[in-house]
Protein backbone atom coordinates (compact mmCIF):
# COMPACT_ATOMS: atom_id res chain seq x y z
CA UNK A 1 0.00 0.00 0.00
CA UNK A 2 1.28 3.85 -0.92
CA UNK A 3 1.70 6.25 1.89
CA UNK A 4 -1.92 7.83 0.69
CA UNK A 5 -3.52 4.86 1.51
CA UNK A 6 -2.46 4.52 5.22
CA UNK A 7 -4.49 6.11 8.13
CA UNK A 8 -4.73 10.03 9.12
CA UNK A 9 -2.11 11.27 12.41
CA UNK A 10 -4.25 13.08 14.71
CA UNK A 11 -2.03 15.70 16.62
CA UNK A 12 -4.02 16.42 19.86
CA UNK A 13 -3.03 19.26 22.32
CA UNK A 14 -3.83 17.76 25.91
CA UNK A 15 -2.94 21.60 27.15
CA UNK A 16 -1.41 24.97 26.00
CA UNK A 17 0.55 24.49 29.24
CA UNK A 18 4.26 23.50 30.18
CA UNK A 19 6.23 22.98 33.04
CA UNK A 20 9.80 24.09 31.20
CA UNK A 21 10.35 27.41 29.12
CA UNK A 22 13.23 26.41 27.15
CA UNK A 23 15.52 29.21 25.57
CA UNK A 24 14.27 27.81 22.02
CA UNK A 25 10.43 28.02 22.74
CA UNK A 26 9.08 30.32 25.64
CA UNK A 27 7.05 27.61 27.91
CA UNK A 28 3.56 27.79 27.89
CA UNK A 29 0.98 29.17 25.26
CA UNK A 30 -0.87 32.79 25.98
CA UNK A 31 -4.51 30.45 27.01
CA UNK A 32 -6.59 32.85 25.25
CA UNK A 33 -4.35 31.65 22.24
CA UNK A 34 -4.12 27.81 23.33
CA UNK A 35 -6.42 27.38 26.34
CA UNK A 36 -4.54 25.30 28.66
CA UNK A 37 -7.69 22.89 29.25
CA UNK A 38 -9.43 20.45 26.72
CA UNK A 39 -12.56 22.75 26.04
CA UNK A 40 -14.31 20.19 23.43
CA UNK A 41 -16.41 17.40 24.10
CA UNK A 42 -14.23 14.59 23.05
CA UNK A 43 -17.39 12.66 21.11
CA UNK A 44 -16.70 15.15 18.60
CA UNK A 45 -13.99 13.47 17.73
CA UNK A 46 -15.53 10.16 16.76
CA UNK A 47 -16.53 11.72 12.84
CA UNK A 48 -13.04 12.04 12.54
CA UNK A 49 -11.02 9.34 13.74
CA UNK A 50 -11.19 5.48 12.61
CA UNK A 51 -9.40 2.68 13.58
CA UNK A 52 -5.99 1.99 12.36
CA UNK A 53 -5.50 5.60 12.53
CA UNK A 54 -2.69 7.74 14.95
CA UNK A 55 -3.21 9.56 17.78
CA UNK A 56 -0.48 12.28 18.97
CA UNK A 57 -0.84 13.89 22.73
CA UNK A 58 0.83 17.06 22.77
CA UNK A 59 1.31 20.41 23.85
CA UNK A 60 2.68 22.71 25.92
CA UNK A 61 3.30 19.60 27.91
CA UNK A 62 0.96 16.58 27.26
CA UNK A 63 1.51 14.53 31.08
CA UNK A 64 0.02 17.99 33.01
CA UNK A 65 -3.53 16.17 31.47
CA UNK A 66 -3.10 12.60 32.12
CA UNK A 67 -6.92 12.68 32.54
CA UNK A 68 -7.52 13.88 28.65
CA UNK A 69 -5.06 11.17 27.42
CA UNK A 70 -6.61 7.92 29.73
CA UNK A 71 -9.82 9.74 28.19
CA UNK A 72 -8.78 9.85 24.67
CA UNK A 73 -7.00 6.35 24.83
CA UNK A 74 -10.34 4.56 26.40
CA UNK A 75 -12.42 5.93 23.62
CA UNK A 76 -10.24 4.79 20.68
CA UNK A 77 -8.91 1.45 21.08
CA UNK A 78 -7.94 0.39 17.88
CA UNK A 79 -5.74 3.39 17.04
CA UNK A 80 -2.09 3.64 17.70
CA UNK A 81 -1.34 6.35 20.34
CA UNK A 82 2.03 8.67 20.74
CA UNK A 83 3.09 10.90 23.04
CA UNK A 84 5.52 13.73 22.23
CA UNK A 85 6.68 15.05 26.17
CA UNK A 86 9.24 16.68 27.69
CA UNK A 87 9.96 13.81 29.92
CA UNK A 88 9.81 15.29 33.25
CA UNK A 89 6.41 13.58 34.43
CA UNK A 90 7.06 10.15 33.07
CA UNK A 91 6.26 8.86 36.45
CA UNK A 92 2.96 9.73 36.55
CA UNK A 93 1.97 7.31 33.01
CA UNK A 94 0.63 4.41 34.92
CA UNK A 95 1.25 0.94 34.09
CA UNK A 96 -2.52 0.33 31.65
CA UNK A 97 -1.59 3.88 29.94
CA UNK A 98 2.04 2.54 29.10
CA UNK A 99 0.80 -0.84 28.02
CA UNK A 100 -1.17 0.99 25.48
CA UNK A 101 1.30 3.57 24.29
CA UNK A 102 2.97 2.53 20.63
CA UNK A 103 5.73 5.79 21.03
CA UNK A 104 7.65 8.05 23.41
CA UNK A 105 9.08 11.14 21.86
CA UNK A 106 11.63 12.53 24.56
CA UNK A 107 12.76 15.90 24.31
CA UNK A 108 16.50 15.84 24.73
CA UNK A 109 19.27 17.69 22.85
CA UNK A 110 22.40 15.89 24.08
CA UNK A 111 24.15 15.06 27.13
CA UNK A 112 23.36 17.03 30.66
CA UNK A 113 25.69 20.13 29.45
CA UNK A 114 23.84 21.12 25.88
CA UNK A 115 20.30 19.81 27.37
CA UNK A 116 20.20 21.86 30.38
CA UNK A 117 22.13 24.94 28.60
CA UNK A 118 18.71 25.29 26.81
CA UNK A 119 16.11 23.29 28.79
CA UNK A 120 17.20 24.83 32.55
CA UNK A 121 19.55 22.83 35.15
CA UNK A 122 18.46 19.56 36.37
CA UNK A 123 16.39 18.69 33.39
CA UNK A 124 19.10 16.42 31.67
CA UNK A 125 19.08 13.90 34.81
CA UNK A 126 15.15 14.13 35.19
CA UNK A 127 14.56 12.92 31.64
CA UNK A 128 17.36 10.32 31.78
CA UNK A 129 15.74 8.57 34.79
CA UNK A 130 12.39 9.11 33.34
CA UNK A 131 12.82 6.79 30.27
CA UNK A 132 15.39 4.65 32.60
CA UNK A 133 12.09 3.99 34.99
CA UNK A 134 9.91 3.63 31.77
CA UNK A 135 12.62 1.00 30.28
CA UNK A 136 12.29 -0.53 33.90
CA UNK A 137 8.87 -0.73 33.95
CA UNK A 138 9.00 -2.94 30.98
CA UNK A 139 7.72 -0.39 28.70
CA UNK A 140 8.39 -2.35 24.93
CA UNK A 141 7.42 0.14 22.23
CA UNK A 142 9.34 3.02 20.12
CA UNK A 143 11.03 5.25 22.60
CA UNK A 144 12.54 8.82 20.69
CA UNK A 145 14.79 11.19 21.28
CA UNK A 146 13.95 14.26 19.92
CA UNK A 147 17.17 16.66 19.77
CA UNK A 148 16.53 20.24 18.89
CA UNK A 149 19.62 21.49 17.13
CA UNK A 150 21.12 24.75 18.52
CA UNK A 151 24.73 26.33 17.59
CA UNK A 152 25.80 24.82 20.60
CA UNK A 153 25.51 21.29 18.92
CA UNK A 154 27.43 18.97 17.51
CA UNK A 155 25.31 16.98 15.54
CA UNK A 156 27.91 13.51 15.79
CA UNK A 157 29.17 13.95 18.95
CA UNK A 158 25.45 14.06 20.54
CA UNK A 159 23.53 11.70 18.89
CA UNK A 160 26.54 9.45 19.23
CA UNK A 161 26.27 10.17 22.74
CA UNK A 162 22.62 9.45 22.98
CA UNK A 163 22.27 6.54 21.31
CA UNK A 164 25.09 5.05 23.15
CA UNK A 165 23.03 5.36 26.52
CA UNK A 166 20.99 2.51 25.31
CA UNK A 167 18.12 4.33 26.49
CA UNK A 168 16.49 5.24 23.00
CA UNK A 169 15.10 3.46 19.95
CA UNK A 170 15.55 5.99 18.07
CA UNK A 171 17.27 9.93 17.62
CA UNK A 172 15.81 12.68 15.56
CA UNK A 173 16.49 16.16 15.39
CA UNK A 174 15.10 19.29 14.70
CA UNK A 175 17.25 22.29 12.96
CA UNK A 176 16.09 25.54 15.39
CA UNK A 177 15.91 27.86 13.00
CA UNK A 178 13.58 29.79 11.39
CA UNK A 179 11.07 29.93 14.98
CA UNK A 180 14.08 31.44 16.67
CA UNK A 181 16.09 35.08 16.66
CA UNK A 182 18.86 34.71 13.76
CA UNK A 183 20.92 36.78 16.44
CA UNK A 184 20.74 33.42 18.42
CA UNK A 185 22.97 31.20 15.66
CA UNK A 186 25.52 34.42 14.79
CA UNK A 187 27.95 32.26 12.52
CA UNK A 188 25.04 30.26 10.91
CA UNK A 189 27.14 29.16 7.76
CA UNK A 190 30.44 28.78 9.25
CA UNK A 191 28.54 26.22 11.74
CA UNK A 192 26.48 24.31 9.66
CA UNK A 193 30.09 24.01 6.74
CA UNK A 194 32.02 23.46 10.01
CA UNK A 195 30.18 21.42 12.26
CA UNK A 196 26.85 19.83 10.59
CA UNK A 197 28.13 19.08 7.51
CA UNK A 198 31.09 17.10 8.59
CA UNK A 199 29.10 15.68 11.43
CA UNK A 200 26.46 14.06 9.43
CA UNK A 201 28.90 12.44 7.26
CA UNK A 202 30.60 11.11 9.98
CA UNK A 203 27.19 9.72 11.33
CA UNK A 204 27.02 8.42 7.80
CA UNK A 205 30.07 6.24 8.50
CA UNK A 206 28.76 5.42 11.94
CA UNK A 207 25.70 3.73 10.42
CA UNK A 208 27.49 2.25 8.08
CA UNK A 209 29.88 0.66 10.32
CA UNK A 210 26.75 -0.33 12.46
CA UNK A 211 24.97 -2.20 9.63
CA UNK A 212 28.26 -4.13 8.26
CA UNK A 213 27.51 -5.99 11.70
CA UNK A 214 24.30 -6.70 11.72
CA UNK A 215 23.30 -3.36 13.88
CA UNK A 216 20.64 -0.96 12.51
CA UNK A 217 21.43 2.28 14.58
CA UNK A 218 18.24 4.24 14.81
CA UNK A 219 19.40 7.72 13.04
CA UNK A 220 15.83 8.44 11.80
CA UNK A 221 16.53 11.05 9.73
CA UNK A 222 18.43 8.65 7.21
CA UNK A 223 15.81 5.89 8.04
CA UNK A 224 13.10 8.57 6.78
CA UNK A 225 14.81 10.35 4.06
CA UNK A 226 15.70 6.42 2.98
CA UNK A 227 11.93 5.58 3.25
CA UNK A 228 10.94 8.63 1.07
CA UNK A 229 13.67 7.55 -1.61
CA UNK A 230 12.22 4.07 -1.93
CA UNK A 231 8.48 4.74 -1.36
CA UNK A 232 8.02 8.78 -1.70
CA UNK A 233 5.44 10.31 0.84
CA UNK A 234 3.67 13.62 1.82
CA UNK A 235 5.00 16.61 1.10
CA UNK A 236 5.95 17.48 3.72
CA UNK A 237 7.74 14.41 5.10
CA UNK A 238 6.30 15.44 8.61
CA UNK A 239 2.58 14.94 6.60
CA UNK A 240 1.32 17.92 8.05
CA UNK A 241 -1.89 18.91 5.92
CA UNK A 242 -1.61 15.63 4.26
CA UNK A 243 -1.93 12.67 6.51
CA UNK A 244 -1.38 14.41 10.12
CA UNK A 245 -3.75 17.29 11.39
CA UNK A 246 -3.77 18.69 14.64
CA UNK A 247 -6.57 19.73 17.12
CA UNK A 248 -5.74 22.21 19.70
CA UNK A 249 -7.50 22.51 22.94
CA UNK A 250 -10.10 24.97 21.83
CA UNK A 251 -11.52 22.76 19.21
CA UNK A 252 -9.83 24.33 16.04
CA UNK A 253 -8.37 22.09 13.60
CA UNK A 254 -4.70 23.18 12.56
CA UNK A 255 -2.30 21.87 9.68
CA UNK A 256 0.92 21.82 11.71
CA UNK A 257 0.87 22.03 15.26
CA UNK A 258 3.01 24.58 15.66
CA UNK A 259 1.15 27.30 13.47
CA UNK A 260 -1.39 27.68 16.25
CA UNK A 261 -2.24 31.63 14.78
CA UNK A 262 -1.17 31.39 11.12
CA UNK A 263 -4.08 32.03 9.02
CA UNK A 264 -3.04 29.65 6.67
CA UNK A 265 -2.33 26.70 8.53
CA UNK A 266 -6.99 27.08 9.96
CA UNK A 267 -8.70 24.63 9.15
CA UNK A 268 -12.22 24.90 10.84
CA UNK A 269 -13.43 23.22 13.87
CA UNK A 270 -13.94 20.02 15.02
CA UNK A 271 -17.33 18.88 14.27
CA UNK A 272 -17.61 21.30 10.81
CA UNK A 273 -14.61 19.65 9.32
CA UNK A 274 -15.17 15.80 7.67
CA UNK A 275 -12.97 13.09 7.84
CA UNK A 276 -13.47 12.87 4.14
CA UNK A 277 -11.95 16.88 3.88
CA UNK A 278 -8.72 15.84 5.54
CA UNK A 279 -8.45 12.48 3.64
CA UNK A 280 -6.24 12.89 0.44
CA UNK A 281 -6.12 16.80 1.20
CA UNK A 282 -2.48 18.41 -0.64
CA UNK A 283 -0.80 21.32 0.37
CA UNK A 284 -0.01 24.08 -2.37
CA UNK A 285 4.20 24.18 -2.48
CA UNK A 286 5.67 26.91 -3.98
CA UNK A 287 9.12 28.04 -5.60
CA UNK A 288 11.65 27.68 -5.19
CA UNK A 289 10.17 24.27 -4.35
CA UNK A 290 7.82 23.32 -6.54
CA UNK A 291 10.44 22.93 -9.55
CA UNK A 292 12.48 21.48 -7.39
CA UNK A 293 14.17 17.91 -8.66
CA UNK A 294 14.17 16.67 -5.11
CA UNK A 295 11.03 17.81 -3.65
CA UNK A 296 9.75 14.03 -3.88
CA UNK A 297 12.58 13.69 -1.02
CA UNK A 298 12.97 16.95 0.65
CA UNK A 299 9.14 17.40 0.62
CA UNK A 300 10.05 21.21 1.02
CA UNK A 301 11.09 20.18 4.29
CA UNK A 302 8.86 22.03 6.75
CA UNK A 303 5.17 23.47 5.55
CA UNK A 304 5.97 26.27 8.57
CA UNK A 305 9.13 27.65 7.19
CA UNK A 306 8.21 27.01 3.68
CA UNK A 307 5.01 29.47 4.76
CA UNK A 308 6.15 31.49 7.32
CA UNK A 309 9.58 33.37 5.58
CA UNK A 310 10.79 34.91 8.99
CA UNK A 311 14.22 34.69 8.49
CA UNK A 312 13.78 35.75 4.47
CA UNK A 313 15.96 34.67 1.15
CA UNK A 314 18.83 33.91 3.87
CA UNK A 315 16.12 31.08 5.85
CA UNK A 316 15.10 29.13 2.30
CA UNK A 317 18.67 29.29 1.30
CA UNK A 318 19.89 27.89 4.70
CA UNK A 319 16.95 24.81 4.91
CA UNK A 320 17.60 24.21 1.65
CA UNK A 321 20.74 23.81 1.50
CA UNK A 322 20.79 21.55 5.40
CA UNK A 323 18.27 19.59 3.11
CA UNK A 324 20.17 18.99 0.17
CA UNK A 325 23.57 17.99 2.23
CA UNK A 326 21.22 15.43 4.13
CA UNK A 327 19.76 14.20 0.77
CA UNK A 328 22.69 13.66 -1.79
CA UNK A 329 24.91 12.15 1.69
CA UNK A 330 22.41 9.52 1.15
CA UNK A 331 22.06 9.06 -2.24
CA UNK A 332 25.62 8.70 -2.92
CA UNK A 333 26.15 6.10 -0.12
CA UNK A 334 23.07 4.32 -1.33
CA UNK A 335 25.27 1.33 -2.91
CA UNK A 336 27.13 1.47 0.21
CA UNK A 337 24.51 1.10 2.58
CA UNK A 338 22.81 -1.82 0.22
CA UNK A 339 26.21 -4.07 0.28
CA UNK A 340 26.57 -3.14 4.19
CA UNK A 341 23.23 -4.29 4.77
CA UNK A 342 23.03 -7.41 2.80
CA UNK A 343 26.27 -8.43 4.57
CA UNK A 344 23.91 -8.82 7.34
CA UNK A 345 21.01 -10.18 5.45
CA UNK A 346 19.33 -6.83 5.62
CA UNK A 347 17.57 -5.37 2.98
CA UNK A 348 17.32 -1.41 2.77
CA UNK A 349 13.64 -1.79 3.23
CA UNK A 350 14.23 -3.12 6.38
CA UNK A 351 16.27 -0.03 7.62
CA UNK A 352 13.22 2.42 6.18
CA UNK A 353 11.70 4.49 9.32
CA UNK A 354 9.06 5.20 10.66
CA UNK A 355 6.63 2.42 9.79
CA UNK A 356 3.52 4.96 10.20
CA UNK A 357 3.29 8.48 11.02
CA UNK A 358 4.52 8.54 14.53
CA UNK A 359 5.28 12.62 14.66
CA UNK A 360 8.96 12.14 13.77
CA UNK A 361 9.02 14.81 11.23
CA UNK A 362 11.83 13.26 9.08
CA UNK A 363 13.52 15.84 7.55
CA UNK A 364 15.44 17.37 10.14
S1 LIG B 1 9.35 21.45 26.90
FE1 LIG B 1 8.75 21.86 24.78
S2 LIG B 1 6.85 23.07 24.93
FE2 LIG B 1 7.85 23.12 26.95
S3 LIG B 1 9.09 24.99 26.94
FE3 LIG B 1 10.42 23.31 26.29
S4 LIG B 1 10.32 23.29 24.05
FE4 LIG B 1 8.59 24.51 24.81
S1 LIG C 1 15.95 20.75 -1.64
FE1 LIG C 1 15.53 22.93 -1.30
S2 LIG C 1 14.36 23.64 -3.07
FE2 LIG C 1 14.33 21.39 -3.08
S3 LIG C 1 12.42 20.88 -2.06
FE3 LIG C 1 14.03 20.89 -0.51
S4 LIG C 1 14.05 22.95 0.39
FE4 LIG C 1 12.88 23.00 -1.53
S1 LIG D 1 8.13 19.97 10.38
FE1 LIG D 1 7.23 21.99 10.00
S2 LIG D 1 5.22 21.61 9.10
FE2 LIG D 1 5.92 19.74 10.08
S3 LIG D 1 5.09 19.79 12.17
FE3 LIG D 1 7.12 20.64 12.27
S4 LIG D 1 6.80 22.84 12.03
FE4 LIG D 1 4.94 21.85 11.30
Known amino acids: MGWAGMGLTFILYATGRCNL ?38 GGEPLLNMRFIEEVMGRFEGCR ?3 QTNGLLLDRVSRNTLERLDAVLVSIDGDRRVT ?31 MTITPDSDIHR ?25 GLWGDLWGWIESSYKPGLDKLMELWISGLERGEILGMAPFQGVLKRVLSGGPTPPCGSGENSFTVLTDGRIILCPIAVEEGWAQMGLLG ?53 HIINLIMRNLSRVEEAAEKSGLRLEDLAYPEYNNTVEIMP
Open 158 to 182: DVKYLLGLGLFDHVHWQLSMIWVDR
Open 21 to 58: RCGYCGGSFDPAKVPWRVEYDLSLLDDLVRDGDVIAYY
Open 81 to 83: HVI
Open 116 to 146: DRWRGRGVYDRVIGGVARLRKAGFSGDVVAR
Open 272 to 324: AISRRELEGRRNVINEPCRSCCLLGICGARCLYTHRERLWGDEGVKVICACSR
